[in-house]
């Protein structure tokens, strides 16, 4: 698992709210959300040394990198949701645009199931090398600093096959950042 930072525990109202934004259509909810993930961002990119150095150096941007929807899961809610969140932290975190790129570089390149109701297991199996990068990302991929994001760290065999195909992208440095984890994760990145 590479270096991870979660905003909170996936329980009370956080939960319901990530539910209700991503599953509900609840879209108004990112507003909240988004200085929540925000938030979780800026924690890696001061606890992790690679990021902060390649920062400090001015030798980004850092890619952030949202983990990729289903083709099946944008004709249902009508729209990538992370996609929107991701940017629109990256907005709030740095407006000017200079040191986090917003990079959907990542694609599934094959059908996967519905991750929920799946264990640990199962999930991996399901995933596994199921993400690769989009070909005009390939470039911009190779060799950059990658932040990926997603909603909730649950099993974390998302955000290990989302490292994995950035990594065979040729990304230097792959840390991955959540809104929330599930308490049987506990919360990465804090002390």
Known sequence: MPPAWAAAPYDGALRAALLAWKDADRRDLGQVLVPVLAGAVARAVVADPLIRAMLAAGNGPVLA?????????????????????????????????????PAPALALRRRVADQAGLGHR??????????????????????????VLDDVLTTGATLL??????????????????????????IPGRP
């Open 65 to 101: 990198v949202p983990v990729p929807s289903s083709a099946a899961s944008v004709r249902r809610r009508g729209d990538a949701p992370l996609q929107h969140l991701v940017r629109r932290a990256c907005a709030r975190l740095d407006p000017t645009g200079g040191a986090l790129l």
């Open 122 to 147: 199962a999930r991996a199996a399901n995933l596994e090398h199921a993400m690769a990068v989009r070909g005009r990302w390939r470039p911009v991929v190779a060799g950059a600093t990658c932040l």
């Open 161 to 186: 096959e989302a490292a994995r195909a950035l990594r065979a992208g040729g990304a230097a440095h792959v840390a991955v950042v959540t809104v929330a984890a599930t308490r049987r994760h506990g």
